[in-house]
């Protein structure tokens, strides 16, 4: 007999087949996904957490006995019945109980499992149809940064720092003198010309003592070697807010809350990876605006007209109340189909070129429409045509037409593609 | 029997391996010595939850090919264990040898005595001894082949592409069931041999091919088919067939070399697993009264505490419930119940008989040697033919057995056919038998007939009985599995016994 420790061999032996059957399942999972997100709070959206997909998709067919036919069965238990009893049929009995014959293979309605938090982000990303270069970026894990700091005697020869070494040595050589190579050629030169007897032992005598010179001070020392030192510094607090505006009044129907909802939780990620500290402020608006909680904005119902300056107002003095723009990036992201009462424009328009654009590092402007219908062949609304204008004059503002998910995405690559810019001027 | 008193084998329930290997050295003394068991070498393997869970997923082996369906039955049962619906098994055990069992690290003292009771003496000896895992698997091949098989899939991932292989395991996977042979063939199958011998197959194809011989004007392509008679074409065919798979393999017109491998390797892992389908009562109980043997001889000479004892009892009583009918979690027969019981049923029967049971089991009644008797039932007869004999009329009333006959045609209800009694025995012991018939089970589907030279569709019968017709929705999936392997037109035909076709489905290759 020999009994052998397995405890300690690498775990997750299923990992690749887990893997291969979200592939396989990948259509159902990315619905569950959808779905799952959709009930979930927008900063739950980077939990993993546990979908539910129909067996169908998934299932293992087999050649299988079905229900009904003939069927005798013994059964344990018999306390009340003879032979020859007849009883009544219950629904769901008569058969069908002895199918379950090979180790409870029974078909389930709903497959339940878990997905982790990476695996969970991952599919979500997928189904907004982000480019790779995106998903890295938004998955990439902040790394509380390793920076230079100053240069140290001791550290491992691949930080060795060469021009901070060559130039220590160059001053200590300076320091204390050692002869340059070109005096010692000049003197040899010298030399080798003189026919002095005198001169010529002079120059030997000097070219010895040079000579010794150079070995005794040597060219690189030990104590000249500099090594670029690093330390872990955590980075500076930074925070954002998110101000989610939105229109509530009734033309806006569930599938463009839906839309709206996506872009905000796709923004939500984004900050998350690139600030400590992130906070959301959901205002909502119909011709008056007001700051509500999550529930609130995305299910509550509200009826009026439309006047987007009360949001833009309310987010005005949201931030001199909360947020001051020292201490806080703002981004701002405005989802609305387009409605505006026309006299409202030039306000909002002042609000915005005055107040609100200097102080946001972003700000999105969404124009949902409803599911299947080209967005770009819908007419300009007041809106719309506003923010154009104020786009026109070089503000810092992202506008999009959006009617289906992965029309998303193209607003946000605008975000990216500016952080990009500012980079690589920096 | 003696009574020697011995060192109790551990204190508590904290174990280490040198705990294991002294209950496991207790055990096997008792199993040889005593019971007369005749064992593999064993191989005790500690795994931690994680790797049970593993292991659950690919069909309890250590090793196998990769494919989507285990990672779906690891998410499967990892979400239910997370959710602690349900405990892990304790062990499980590998018909090989040696005989690997896996124990989990989280047991304590006195289940580890009982898991290596149950499963490194239990079964064990019901695989080393039993007739169909001598006739059917080649214990000292099988990890090596598994391990042949996961590289040659790995192989043809890279070479063909995951998707295709994907392909044509998923169709051999649904047709797995109808991949074993019921009927002992020629020779004992040898696994390492079967490894060899692919090899060269291929080698010998590789070799001997040349493209020329496609361009060779061939004098006749058919020779006279009209000479040879259609029974006699069947025959040549080897029809009817019921082993799809193996027909497949043989037979079917544009399968690639690889993918006859596969399919053939599918067949062979089926064929492995089918004499476990056949003798669940009997492996359960053979182990569960094992372990009750070992563990109760253990505790009598005081290797095992009064306290761990009753820890013992419980779990063994958890394992050998059985609900009656009417109760919420009645699903059947439980294996282990029904075996255990009736494996003391005959302990009984030998050593202390009572006047029925003189006249119904008059070979073993009173003969005296339980284990003589046992080892002897547990080396010829599986779950049908051993239930079909020894149940005995005792039993039936101890655990108030009855049979219904349950007609869809008849609408008063469900009829009670036979109850606990006289008039009754012989029905029960019948209908329990044939429930646990595989043969009867399982649906019975041969690949009826096929024209290789005309239209080449491929015609397949089942044979329904008492008008138990396959699932829809599943039957027609399988066929798509199957006309896709097969490259033409595939029917089923469900026949009565009578011979009407209640039911006909066709499909084409997609």
Known sequence: MQIIDRRLNQGNKSLENRQRFLRRAKAHVQRAVREATAGRDIPDILEGGEISIPAGGIDEPQFRPGAGGIRDEVMPGNRTFSEGDVIPRRDGEGGGANSAGDGGEATEDAFRFMLSREEFLDIFLDDLELPDLAKRKLKEVATEGVRRAGYSVSGSPASLAVTRTMRIAMSRRIALGRPAPHEMEALQEELAACEDEGRRAFLEAEIAALAAKMRRIPYIDPIDIRYRRFENRPKPMAQAVMFCLMDVSGSMSEHMKDLAKRFYMLLYIFLTRRYNHVEIVFIRHTDRAEEVDEQTFFYNPATGGTVVSSALEAMRRIIA??????????????????????????????????????????????????????????PDSTLWRLYERLRAEGQPLATRKVGARAEIYPVFRDLFQRREAERAGS | ????????????????????????????????????????????????????????????????????????????????????????????????????????????????????????????????????????????????????????????????????????????????????????????????DEERRERERRAYDEQNFNDLWRTVPGSDTSPAPSGISAERKRALLGLPQENILYFLEKSAPRLEPWQREILRMVRQIAQYFYPQRQTKVMNEGTATYVHYRIMNILHERGGISDGNFMEFLQ?????????????????????????????????????????????????????????????????????????????????????RMFQIHDDPGVSEGIRIDAIQNERGYRRIRRALARSHDVGWIDPNIEVADVDLTGDRRLILHHHVVNGILLTEADARRVLQHLANLWSYDVILREIDSDGTVLKEKSCSPA
């Not at chain 1, 992201?333 to 070129?353: I, K, M, T, W």
């Open chain 2, 315 to 399: 779990s063994h009583t958890n394992v050998i419930f059985q609900p009656a009918y009417d109760d919420p979690r009645f699903s059947g027969f439980n294996p282990y119940a029904l075996g255990f019981a009736m494996m003391r049923d005959i302990e009984r029967i030998v050593t202390t008989p009572e006047e029925e049971d003189r006249q119904w089991f008059p070979e073993i009644a009173g003969t005296g040697d339980a284990m003589a008797v046992l080892r002897d039932i547990w080396a010829n007869y599986r779950d049908e033919s051993f239930i079909g004999q020894f149940l005995s009329p005792h039993l039936m009333r101890q655990m």
């Open chain 2, 1 to 192: 029997m003696t009574t020697a008193r011995m060192a109790p084998l551990y204190e508590g329930a904290e174990w280490d391996f040198a705990t294991l290997q002294r209950i496991h050295d207790a055990c096997a003394d008792i199993a040889v010595s005593e019971l007369g068991l005749d064992l593999y070498p064993n191989q005790i393997e500690v795994i931690t939850a994680e790797q049970m869970l593993d292991a659950y997923s690919s069909t309890g082996m250590p090793l196998f090919y990769k494919h989507w369906s285990f990672g779906k039955h690891f998410t499967q049962h990892e979400a239910v264990y997370r959710r602690g619906l349900q405990g892990l098994a304790y062990e499980i055990v590998i018909n090989s040898s040696p005989c690997i069992s896996f124990l989990m690290e989280e047991n304590t003292a006195t289940m580890q005595a009982l898991v290596i009771a149950h499963a490194c003496m239990g079964h064990n000896h019901f695989f080393k001894n039993n007739y169909l895992f001598r006739q059917w698997t080649n214990a000292e091949g099988i990890l090596d082949y598994l391990s042949f098989a996961r590289n040659y899939v790995a192989r043809c991932e890279e070479r063909y592409g995951q998707a295709r292989v994907e392909r044509t395991l998923d169709a051999a996977h649904a047709l797995m069931g109808q991949g074993v042979h019921r009927y002992p063939g020629k020779k004992k199958p040898d696994l390492r």
């Open chain 1, 321 to 378: 109340e909360r947020y001051r723009p020292q201490d806080w990036n703002i981004y701002a992201a405005q989802a609305s189909d387009g409605d505006n009462f026309p006299s409202d424009n030039e306000v909002a328009a002042r609000l915005l070129r005055d107040e609100i654009l200097p102080v946001c590092q972003y700000f999105a402007y969404l124009e949902v429409g409803e599911a299947g219908r080209d967005p770009s062949a819908r």
